[in-house]
Protein backbone atom coordinates (compact mmCIF):
# COMPACT_ATOMS: atom_id res chain seq x y z
CA UNK A 1 0.00 0.00 0.00
CA UNK A 2 1.51 3.74 -0.99
CA UNK A 3 1.72 6.19 1.36
CA UNK A 4 -1.03 8.19 0.01
CA UNK A 5 -3.23 5.03 0.11
CA UNK A 6 -2.70 4.95 3.66
CA UNK A 7 -2.73 8.46 4.36
CA UNK A 8 -6.41 8.81 2.70
CA UNK A 9 -7.15 6.09 4.89
CA UNK A 10 -6.16 7.15 8.01
CA UNK A 11 -8.22 10.55 7.21
CA UNK A 12 -11.36 8.24 6.40
CA UNK A 13 -10.71 6.32 9.90
CA UNK A 14 -10.50 9.82 11.73
CA UNK A 15 -13.09 11.30 9.71
CA UNK A 16 -15.59 7.93 10.67
CA UNK A 17 -14.64 8.37 14.04
CA UNK A 18 -15.68 11.28 14.31
CA UNK A 19 -18.85 10.93 12.77
CA UNK A 20 -19.68 7.85 15.60
CA UNK A 21 -18.84 9.92 17.99
CA UNK A 22 -21.50 12.20 16.63
CA UNK A 23 -23.96 10.26 16.66
CA UNK A 24 -23.69 8.38 19.63
CA UNK A 25 -23.85 12.29 21.12
CA UNK A 26 -27.21 12.92 19.01
CA UNK A 27 -28.90 9.59 20.65
CA UNK A 28 -27.99 10.27 23.81
CA UNK A 29 -29.28 13.87 24.20
CA UNK A 30 -32.61 12.21 22.07
CA UNK A 31 -32.52 9.69 25.25
CA UNK A 32 -32.08 11.91 27.74
CA UNK A 33 -34.91 13.99 26.79
CA UNK A 34 -37.17 10.53 26.85
CA UNK A 35 -36.12 9.65 30.22
CA UNK A 36 -36.52 13.68 31.28
CA UNK A 37 -39.90 14.31 29.98
CA UNK A 38 -40.70 10.69 31.44
CA UNK A 39 -39.96 12.11 34.72
CA UNK A 40 -42.26 15.30 34.54
CA UNK A 41 -44.79 13.24 33.55
CA UNK A 42 -46.86 12.72 36.79
CA UNK A 43 -46.06 16.50 37.61
CA UNK A 44 -47.79 17.48 34.37
CA UNK A 45 -50.68 15.43 35.52
CA UNK A 46 -51.06 16.98 38.68
CA UNK A 47 -51.01 20.67 36.90
CA UNK A 48 -53.30 19.17 34.42
CA UNK A 49 -55.71 17.85 37.12
CA UNK A 50 -55.51 21.14 39.41
CA UNK A 51 -56.36 23.57 36.25
CA UNK A 52 -59.26 21.36 35.73
CA UNK A 53 -60.67 21.23 38.96
CA UNK A 54 -60.56 24.49 39.18
CA UNK A 55 -61.82 25.52 35.98
CA UNK A 56 -59.41 26.80 34.25
CA UNK A 57 -60.12 25.79 30.86
CA UNK A 58 -58.36 28.39 28.94
CA UNK A 59 -55.02 27.88 30.74
CA UNK A 60 -55.22 23.80 30.78
CA UNK A 61 -55.88 24.41 27.03
CA UNK A 62 -52.51 26.27 26.64
CA UNK A 63 -51.06 23.98 28.76
CA UNK A 64 -51.86 21.24 26.84
CA UNK A 65 -50.53 22.83 23.74
CA UNK A 66 -47.21 23.59 25.36
CA UNK A 67 -46.53 19.87 26.21
CA UNK A 68 -47.59 19.06 22.54
CA UNK A 69 -44.58 21.00 21.21
CA UNK A 70 -42.35 19.44 24.01
CA UNK A 71 -43.25 15.79 23.22
CA UNK A 72 -42.66 16.23 19.83
CA UNK A 73 -38.87 17.47 20.33
CA UNK A 74 -38.95 13.57 22.04
CA UNK A 75 -40.79 11.28 20.12
CA UNK A 76 -39.81 8.27 18.85
CA UNK A 77 -41.49 8.31 15.54
CA UNK A 78 -39.67 5.34 13.93
CA UNK A 79 -39.56 1.40 15.59
CA UNK A 80 -38.37 -0.86 12.75
CA UNK A 81 -37.32 -3.61 14.78
CA UNK A 82 -33.74 -3.01 15.12
CA UNK A 83 -32.91 -0.98 18.50
CA UNK A 84 -29.68 0.88 16.26
CA UNK A 85 -31.76 1.61 13.11
CA UNK A 86 -34.32 3.38 15.45
CA UNK A 87 -31.86 5.55 17.77
CA UNK A 88 -29.81 7.03 14.70
CA UNK A 89 -33.38 7.45 12.37
CA UNK A 90 -35.24 9.28 15.21
CA UNK A 91 -32.14 11.34 16.21
CA UNK A 92 -31.76 12.69 12.71
CA UNK A 93 -35.19 12.77 12.14
CA UNK A 94 -35.00 15.14 15.14
CA UNK A 95 -31.96 16.88 13.65
CA UNK A 96 -34.08 17.42 10.52
CA UNK A 97 -37.41 18.22 11.94
CA UNK A 98 -34.88 21.16 13.67
CA UNK A 99 -34.23 22.23 10.47
CA UNK A 100 -37.55 23.04 9.08
CA UNK A 101 -36.87 19.92 6.86
CA UNK A 102 -39.82 17.82 5.97
CA UNK A 103 -39.02 13.54 6.78
CA UNK A 104 -40.74 10.84 5.44
CA UNK A 105 -39.87 7.48 6.79
CA UNK A 106 -41.18 3.97 6.21
CA UNK A 107 -38.74 1.26 7.53
CA UNK A 108 -38.99 -2.29 8.78
CA UNK A 109 -36.28 -4.75 9.91
CA UNK A 110 -37.72 -7.45 11.41
CA UNK A 111 -34.83 -10.14 11.33
CA UNK A 112 -31.54 -9.96 12.55
CA UNK A 113 -28.97 -8.32 10.25
CA UNK A 114 -25.89 -9.91 9.36
CA UNK A 115 -24.24 -6.95 8.95
CA UNK A 116 -22.52 -5.16 12.35
CA UNK A 117 -23.99 -2.63 13.99
CA UNK A 118 -21.18 -0.35 13.26
CA UNK A 119 -21.97 -0.81 9.62
CA UNK A 120 -25.23 -0.34 9.98
CA UNK A 121 -25.05 3.44 11.78
CA UNK A 122 -22.26 4.29 9.56
CA UNK A 123 -24.50 3.58 6.29
CA UNK A 124 -27.64 5.34 7.78
CA UNK A 125 -25.74 7.99 9.59
CA UNK A 126 -23.50 9.40 6.24
CA UNK A 127 -26.85 8.94 4.24
CA UNK A 128 -29.10 11.19 6.41
CA UNK A 129 -26.09 14.08 6.84
CA UNK A 130 -25.55 14.25 3.74
CA UNK A 131 -29.57 14.53 2.84
CA UNK A 132 -29.92 17.25 6.07
CA UNK A 133 -27.31 19.06 4.29
CA UNK A 134 -28.56 19.19 1.12
CA UNK A 135 -32.33 20.22 1.72
CA UNK A 136 -31.28 22.59 4.12
CA UNK A 137 -30.01 24.90 2.08
CA UNK A 138 -33.23 25.07 -0.16
CA UNK A 139 -35.95 27.01 0.83
CA UNK A 140 -38.30 25.59 3.69
CA UNK A 141 -41.37 24.85 1.87
CA UNK A 142 -38.58 22.83 -1.34
CA UNK A 143 -36.98 20.75 2.09
CA UNK A 144 -37.58 17.16 1.81
CA UNK A 145 -36.15 13.78 2.74
CA UNK A 146 -37.78 10.39 2.38
CA UNK A 147 -36.50 7.08 3.47
CA UNK A 148 -37.69 3.75 3.36
CA UNK A 149 -36.03 0.59 4.47
CA UNK A 150 -36.90 -3.37 4.36
CA UNK A 151 -36.28 -6.86 3.77
CA UNK A 152 -36.30 -7.70 -0.04
CA UNK A 153 -36.37 -11.68 0.31
CA UNK A 154 -32.76 -11.84 2.22
CA UNK A 155 -31.28 -8.22 1.58
CA UNK A 156 -31.65 -4.97 3.43
CA UNK A 157 -32.69 -2.60 1.34
CA UNK A 158 -32.48 0.82 2.05
CA UNK A 159 -33.24 4.09 -0.31
CA UNK A 160 -32.93 7.72 0.50
CA UNK A 161 -33.98 10.43 -1.64
CA UNK A 162 -33.68 14.13 -0.36
CA UNK A 163 -33.86 17.27 -2.29
CA UNK A 164 -31.06 19.30 -3.28
CA UNK A 165 -30.02 22.70 -4.77
CA UNK A 166 -27.02 21.77 -6.53
CA UNK A 167 -28.70 20.95 -9.81
CA UNK A 168 -27.32 17.94 -11.44
CA UNK A 169 -24.17 16.63 -10.03
CA UNK A 170 -20.99 15.70 -11.32
CA UNK A 171 -19.58 12.41 -11.67
CA UNK A 172 -16.30 11.78 -12.08
CA UNK A 173 -14.68 8.17 -12.04
CA UNK A 174 -18.34 6.54 -11.15
CA UNK A 175 -18.24 8.58 -8.09
CA UNK A 176 -20.59 11.73 -7.52
CA UNK A 177 -18.23 14.70 -6.30
CA UNK A 178 -18.59 17.12 -3.37
CA UNK A 179 -19.38 20.07 -3.06
CA UNK A 180 -18.70 20.99 0.29
CA UNK A 181 -14.58 21.24 -0.14
CA UNK A 182 -11.90 19.21 0.71
CA UNK A 183 -12.36 17.05 3.62
CA UNK A 184 -15.18 16.06 2.50
CA UNK A 185 -16.59 13.37 0.57
CA UNK A 186 -15.11 10.45 3.15
CA UNK A 187 -18.52 9.58 4.22
CA UNK A 188 -19.51 8.52 0.77
CA UNK A 189 -16.27 6.55 0.24
CA UNK A 190 -17.12 4.92 3.56
CA UNK A 191 -20.46 3.64 2.32
CA UNK A 192 -19.29 2.25 -1.26
CA UNK A 193 -16.22 -0.17 1.23
CA UNK A 194 -19.19 -1.13 3.52
CA UNK A 195 -21.58 -2.60 0.80
CA UNK A 196 -18.65 -3.53 -1.05
CA UNK A 197 -17.11 -5.19 1.92
CA UNK A 198 -21.06 -7.30 2.18
CA UNK A 199 -20.86 -7.94 -1.94
CA UNK A 200 -23.85 -5.41 -1.36
CA UNK A 201 -25.48 -2.96 -4.66
CA UNK A 202 -25.38 0.43 -4.46
CA UNK A 203 -26.72 2.95 -7.25
CA UNK A 204 -26.67 7.04 -6.59
CA UNK A 205 -28.68 9.19 -9.23
CA UNK A 206 -28.60 12.78 -9.10
CA UNK A 207 -31.55 14.53 -11.45
CA UNK A 208 -32.43 18.44 -10.96
CA UNK A 209 -33.97 18.81 -7.85
CA UNK A 210 -33.12 15.86 -6.14
CA UNK A 211 -30.50 13.43 -4.76
CA UNK A 212 -31.21 9.37 -4.40
CA UNK A 213 -29.37 6.55 -3.26
CA UNK A 214 -30.34 2.88 -3.40
CA UNK A 215 -28.28 -0.11 -1.49
CA UNK A 216 -28.95 -3.87 -1.34
CA UNK A 217 -27.13 -5.83 1.17
CA UNK A 218 -27.13 -9.47 1.50
CA UNK A 219 -28.09 -10.98 4.93
CA UNK A 220 -27.67 -14.45 4.69
Known sequence: MSFLSKRIDKRIENYQ????????????????????????YRNHIQVMNVLLENGELEELKKYLGDLAVDLNTVD???????????????????????????????????VKLKMTELDLCCILGNLFDNA?????????????????????????????????????????????????GEGHGFGLVRIDNIVERYDGYLSRNSEDGAFTTEILIPQM
Open 17 to 40: RELIDTHYREVDNMYRQIRGWRHD
Open 132 to 180: IEAAEQLPVEERMIRIYMDMKQTQLYIHFTNTTATGKKQKIHNLFKTTK
Open 76 to 110: TVVKTGNAMADAILNSKISLARSKDINVSVEASIP
